[in-house]
């Protein structure tokens, strides 16, 4: 179970960073296009998109960084089992006390 809280946190935190990356960047690139902004409004707005932005592209990075993993595991899974096809055990293998899975 280690290895997945490991996997959990790993995830969460690159999209985590990731996202924050996103926020900055698109923060400093609204903030620039509001030119004149003597009320501060359109500096408020272009913060709040870039939040929502972060935010979405965060998620979005831990969605495909958990789709990558499982289908990384279900290949390892699937090369297990055609490896153990194969592979079948000697005759007398049971005898022995060989077991398969």
Do not use: H, K, N
């Amino acid at each position: 179970m280690g290895s997945r809280m490991g996997l959990a946190a790993a995830v969460l935190s690159i999209g985590a960073v990731v996202g924050s990356l996103v926020a900055l960047a698109s923060t400093g690139a609204g903030i620039e296009l509001c030119g004149a902004d003597l009320d501060g409004q359109c500096a408020a707005i272009a913060r709040s998109f870039a939040l929502r932005t972060g935010l979405l592209v965060g998620g979005v990075t831990v969605l495909m960084q958990l789709t990558v993993a499982g289908l990384l595991r279900m290949v390892a899974i699937e090369e297990r089992r055609r490896l153990e096809v194969e592979a079948p055990l000697p005759r007398g293998g049971a005898v022995l006390g060989i077991r398969r899975g």
